[in-house]
């Protein structure tokens, strides 16, 4: 279980992340959803030690993330950020081979290479895992990112905005991996994610930040409402329901 | 390229190396060399072709390790200041210790050019506009500016012709006894390899690399310190080389990516046929006098630098 306790960061005068505290399932998708500027990807960042807080304390699984290894944690708990931005010239499978460098240090066993294959097959990468990251679009690139967090086998992946740059059929392949990868093999996701229609559909529990605090957090049933959506967003939307999907429609 | 070009290329320039120069020495009289041919061959061209090795090897590792840790591909050991600052290093221990042994003059330009590629390193921290051709200009000015100090005072000093020995680089110089300094890179080369992951993933940035439970710090903190000791010791034997740094692990990333691990052994053969062409290139051009090689080198690398900016868009 990830805790959160009482965590704020402020950049100069403002609080980006205020006095925010939050308990997150094992086992489960998590969405983080907000508007802009909420705060989400900082809050991540926090969980996920790139980032430290001014107060406030994150443990995971009952220990505090400040005092344990950065090497240790590289085992337990995976970060993608939003945007990145690589000047190197690495091939698709030297990528996610870094993925393992939390376990092999550089010499990679066949062990290792399994889970590389593997997290290259569930982002079907396999065709293209020899070509030159950038001789690929954003979607394929982002894709590549993802399959290095999966071959880091960590019970806990986070990942900011994962839909960036992709479209339909690639954000739903993406979603549906996170659902496996939760349904199967038990991790613990936590995504940042714009698109509400799709934090509806994928997660199990949704959490809402607004200007650094937490506006709203429960089900899927409990957030997606008119009324919470409004206090979030400040916007009218209907939500229809769609064999049993809570779809909001905001549109106009 | 293929590597097994390489490895003939640079087997057959070696030994052309061998036998170009002023004395007549014949790959055909190799087991009937007179006194003279013996001593010039163990006392100059073996010595120099080891130099010339060493020195083409260890400047390309580093400058591929300064362009990952700085993640640009422009910034080398020319281009940040290093060189310089190991020149300065070297001045400094000449006014301090009048007569400073080569120990003295290492320790002391080693730590010159750690601090100036350290304070190269914190002004990149600060620079917002992280334009690629921006920042190895940064280094240019700031190796310039360190370059200009090391004139005004050696000027002062009356040591500006001592200097000059170590301003253009030159294996001509080289004989047994004046060289053997450079053997220290030869362990750095390994410990190159054994980082390699480890600056490649600091090259991805901060953020990757704790996420990948990276040590940052010091994975860049060794980085700096083979590239500084392994260019001071260059400077120290040979002079500045400039330029090779920069554009063999340029030319090797093109073709081969930029997975260290994967490049470094490439790295190192094309920075020694590089370099070994260029000098054989500066034996022969006006034999039988000779061009010294920080010229061929600066000459032959910045046309290719210019090469690499104009087509840098296509790839970048």
């Given at each position: ?17 205020d ?7 094992k086992?489960k ?6 508007p ?14 790139l ?9 995971i ?43 092999s ?31 690929l679009?954003?979607?394929?690139k ?7 967090t999966?071959?880091q ?22 979603m ?17 994610i714009?698109?509400i ?23 899927v ?9 409004k ?6 939307m209907?939500i ?13 | 390229?293929k ?11 070696s030994f052309a ?31 120099r072709?080891?130099?010339i ?27 940040a200041?290093?060189?310089?600052s190991?020149r ?64 005004f ?10 200097m000059?020995a ?28 054994i980082?390699?992951d ?7 940035g901060?953020?990757?690399a ?5 040590n ?29 740094g920069l554009?063999?692990?340029n ?9 260290l ?12 046929v590089f ?15 000779e ?10 690398g ?7 900016l104009?087509?840098?868009r296509?790839?970048?």
């Amino acid at each position: 279980m990830v805790e959160v306790q009482a965590v704020s960061k402020s950049y100069g005068l403002k609080a980006v992340v205020d006095n925010v505290s939050v308990n997150i399932e094992k086992g489960k998708i998590t969405s983080f959803i907000g508007p802009n500027g909420a705060g989400k990807s900082t809050l991540l960042s926090i969980i996920s030690r790139l980032l430290s807080a001014d107060t406030g304390e994150v443990l995971i699984d009952g220990q505090k993330v400040n005092e344990t290894k950065n090497r240790d944690l590289a085992k337990k708990i995976a970060i993608l950020k939003q945007s990145n931005h690589l000047s190197l010239r690495l091939s698709v499978r030297d990528l996610v081979s870094f993925g393992r460098f939390p376990y092999s240090q550089g010499k990679l066993t066949k062990e290792d290479q399994v889970y590389i294959d593997e997290a290259i097959r569930y982002m079907e990468l396999e065709d293209m895992q020899d070509k030159y990251l950038d001789q690929l679009s954003g979607g394929q690139k982002q894709r590549a990112f993802i399959a290095m967090t999966i071959a880091q086998d960590t019970e806990y992946i986070l990942l900011d905005e994962p839909l960036n740059n992709l479209d339909m059929k690639h954000s739903v392949q993406i979603m549906k991996v996170l659902r496996r990868l939760a349904d199967e093999l038990g991790k613990t996701i936590l995504i940042v994610i714009h698109d509400i229609n799709f934090a509806s559909v994928y997660s199990d529990y949704i959490v809402a930040l607004k200007d650094g605090k937490i506006e709203a957090q429960g089900t899927v049933n409990e957030i997606i409402t008119s009324l919470t959506l409004k206090q979030i967003y400040g916007m009218d939307m209907p939500i229809k329901e769609i064999n049993n999907q809570k779809i909001c429609v905001y549109f106009s | 390229m293929k590597k097994r070009y390489l490895v003939v290329m640079l087997i057959l320039l070696s030994f052309a190396s061998l036998f170009v120069g002023v004395t007549n020495i014949s790959p055909f009289d190799l087991f009937r060399f007179d006194d003279h041919q013996t001593q010039i061959f163990w006392q100059s061209r073996v010595p120099r072709l080891i130099s010339i090795l060493i020195a083409g090897v260890t400047l390309s590792i580093s400058g591929f390790i300064m362009q990952q840790l700085s993640r640009n591909k422009f910034v080398s050991p020319t281009t940040a200041g290093t060189m310089d600052s190991a020149r300065f290093g070297i001045l400094v221990s000449l006014v301090i210790f009048t007569s400073a042994s080569p120990i003295e003059k290492m320790i002391v330009a080693f730590v010159f050019s750690l601090a100036g590629t350290f304070l190269f390193m914190k002004i990149l921290d600060r620079i917002k506009m992280k334009d690629p051709i921006f920042i190895p200009l940064v280094g240019l000015m700031f190796g310039n500016i360190i370059s200009s100090i090391t004139t005004f005072f050696a000027y002062q000093r009356d040591l500006i012709q001592n200097m000059s020995a170590w301003l253009q680089g030159d294996f001509s110089m080289i004989t047994a006894g004046r060289y053997e300094m450079l053997y220290i890179s030869i362990p750095l080369v390994v410990i190159a390899y054994i980082f390699a992951d480890r600056f490649t993933i600091a090259g991805m940035g901060e953020d990757f690399a704790r996420n990948l439970g990276l040590n940052y710090k010091q994975a860049v903190n060794v980085g700096l310190v083979i590239v500084a000791l392994s260019t001071t010791l260059v400077v120290l034997t040979v002079g500045l080389i400039p330029f090779l740094g920069l554009v063999v692990p340029n030319i090797v990333s093109i073709y081969r990516g930029d997975n260290l691990k994967n490049s470094l052994s490439d790295t190192a053969l094309l920075g020694a046929v590089f370099i070994l062409f260029c000098d054989i290139l500066g034996r022969i051009l006006i034999y039988p006098y000779e061009i010294p090689i920080g010229l061929t080198v600066g000459v032959i690398g910045s046309g290719l630098f210019i090469y690499l900016l104009m087509r840098r868009r296509d790839y970048a």
